[in-house]
């Protein structure tokens, strides 16, 4: 079965350094998501992105991230200068289409997650 | 903005015995999409179920299947013959239904143990 894949597993890195963390959607979906979750917290939405660019993007989001479609296969997200509080899980979702009413096809599809730890 | 409550942050069941995990949300729209997502100690979201708002019946799988109350806006996971493997951390979320590449909204999250 399709899954959604994401390197690397865990990334360890010094306050200030920038980090990408990648993802490879399942191959036919179109609509892609970042989220993050701090240790004993909620999962919570970063960005959405469809067709190059970025459909809605949450307050996390500011100007220190950045996400990137590459080529055909991955979708990055960049921190640009990390800090402590960016220490976190962050999961890439993927899902075949947007919202559809009595259709499953917009289900996300969650990959492993990146542990991000910054020191 | 939507909201997403629950109120149990831990749970714990006897194997094979049969638990109900909380979620209550707020919203003003009425089309929208209710889910758990299920989270074990690898730290993977795994999608146990989804509901429909629109949908009067309540959405099943195997042994999950959830209680949907549209007017009191709850919708709960009941587990049926626990197993070991179920132990996990559950998270209920709502999606919109509007167009558009719309994030989940997730609560905080209920931590189920099972006890052999």
């Known amino acids: 079965e399709p899954e959604v894949t994401q390197t690397p597993s865990h990334q360890v890195t010094q306050m200030g350094q920038e980090v990408i963390l990648r993802c490879v959607p399942i191959s036919n979906h179109l609509y892609f998501y970042w989220y993050r979750q701090i240790l004993g917290q909620k999962v919570e939405f970063l960005v959405s992105f469809y067709n190059n660019e970025i459909s809605e993007k949450s307050e996390i989001f500011d100007d220190q991230f950045s996400v990137e479609r590459p080529d055909g296969s991955n979708f990055t997200l960049k921190i640009r200068s990390t800090k402590l509080e960016d220490s976190a899980m962050y999961f890439c979702a993927s899902s075949p289409t947007e919202p559809v009413l009595a259709s499953s096809t917009d289900t996300q599809y969650f990959g492993p997650g990146t542990r991000l730890t910054v020191l | 903005a939507q909201t997403v409550t629950q109120s149990q942050p831990e749970m714990s069941v006897q194997e094979a015995e049969t638990v109900t995990l909380s979620c209550t949300y707020d919203t003003s729209e009425s089309d929208y999409y209710l889910f758990w997502y299920k989270q074990p100690p690898s730290r993977q979201m795994i999608l146990v179920i989804r509901?429909?708002?629109?949908?009067?019946q309540n959405a099943t799988e195997n042994r999950f299947s959830v209680n949907f109350q549209k007017a009191a806006k709850s919708f709960s996971l009941k587990i049926s013959d626990s197993q070991l493997g179920d132990a996990a951390m559950y998270f209920c979320?709502?999606?919109?239904?509007?167009?558009?590449?719309?994030?989940?909204?997730f609560g905080k999250g209920t931590r189920l143990s099972v006890i052999a």
């Open positions: 509901q429909e708002a629109y949908k009067q």
């Open positions: 979320a709502y999606r919109t239904l509007t167009s558009g590449n719309t994030p989940l909204v």
